[in-house]
C-alpha cells in the first residue's frame, strides 16, 4: 500500500510514522508513506496556503489552489482509492474502517488547519472524511497518524504473528479478553489455573467468556 499525506506540519508525522510497527511496515516494504509539506504548492512567495473566510468570523481557510494542485500533481503518479479528509465532523474511525481502508492500494490523506479546508475540496476531491473522536485537536496531523498506524498494522506481513490483528479488542465485536504472562504467580496473585491447564479449547472458552463479560461490563453498546 501507498499512502500520500498532505499536511502543512510535516515534521509533526515523522516520528508517529518512523518507530515500532509502522517503521517495520515500511523497512519490510508492505507500505510507503510520503508526507508532503502543502507549502510547496502555496499561492505566493510568502508560502500562503490559507486566507480568511467568506462572510466574516475568525479564523482561517484552507484555499482551493494550494491543495487541488497538490492533489492533481499527486495524482499524475496513479489514481487514488480512497481520498481521505481527516476532521472533526467526518465518520468516527473505528476498526471497520481501518479494516476496509486496508484492503486498497492507493490512499491520500489531507490533513486540516485552522477552520479547515475550502468546502469545495471537500465537494470535488474528497471521497472519505474521518474524526478520530468527539473533540478537536489542533491540526489533522495525529489524527493521519493515528488512522494510518490503524490501517498499517493490518496489512499481510506487518505484525510478526499473521493472527494477532485478528484477536485485537474490536475485531470481533468484542473488546480483548484479560492476558498473563509469567511468572504465574507474583506476589500471591495468581494466573487463572484454566491458562495452565494447557488445553486450547477450554482456554478459548474462557477467553470468548471473558471477552464477553468485559465487554458487558465497559461497552455494552457494542452488544447492542
Ligand atoms: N482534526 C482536528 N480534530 C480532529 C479529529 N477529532 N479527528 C480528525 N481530524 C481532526
Not at 500562503?48 to 484555499?63: E, H, P, R, S, T
Not at 486496508?102 to 472524511?129: A, M, N, P, W
Not at 478537536?136 to 495525529?142: C, I, K, P, T
Request: glycine share 8%.
Amino acid at each position: 500500500m501507498h499512502i500520500d499525506i498532505l499536511s502543512v506540519l510535516p515534521e509533526l508525522l515523522e516520528s508517529p510514522l518512523n518507530h515500532s510497527i509502522m517503521k517495520r511496515a515500511q523497512s519490510k516494504g508492505h507500505l510507503t508513506v510520503a508526507v508532503h509539506p502543502l507549502r510547496k504548492w502555496a499561492v505566493n512567495a510568502y508560502g500562503q496556503i490559507d486566507d480568511y473566510q467568506f462572510g466574516g468570523g475568525a479564523g482561517m481557510v484552507m484555499m482551493c489552489e494550494p491543495l487541488v494542485k497538490a492533489i492533481e500533481e499527486l495524482q499524475q503518479e496513479g489514481p487514488y482509492d480512497a481520498i481521505i479528509y481527516m476532521t472533526p465532523d467526518g465518520e468516527r474511525l473505528e476498526q471497520k474502517t481501518a479494516n476496509r481502508l486496508s484492503l486498497k492500494e492507493r490512499l491520500l490523506i489531507i490533513c486540516g488547519h485552522y477552520k479547515g479546508i475550502d468546502q469545495r475540496v471537500r465537494d470535488h476531491f474528497v471521497t472519505h472524511e474521518i474524526s478520530i473522536g468527539d473533540y478537536v485537536l489542533s491540526g489533522g496531523e495525529l489524527a493521519a497518524a493515528v488512522l494510518v498506524d490503524a490501517i498499517g498494522r493490518l496489512l499481510p506481513g506487518v505484525l510478526g504473528d499473521e493472527t494477532s490483528a485478528l484477536t485485537d479488542s474490536f475485531q470481533d465485536g468484542l473488546l480483548a479478553p484479560p492476558v498473563y504472562t509469567r511468572p504465574a504467580d507474583f506476589r500471591g496473585w495468581k494466573v487463572p489455573d484454566i491458562l495452565l491447564s494447557g488445553d486450547p479449547k477450554k482456554v478459548d472458552e474462557w477467553r470468548h467468556d471473558q471477552a464477553v463479560k468485559r465487554t458487558e461490563e465497559r461497552r455494552p453498546d457494542l452488544l447492542d
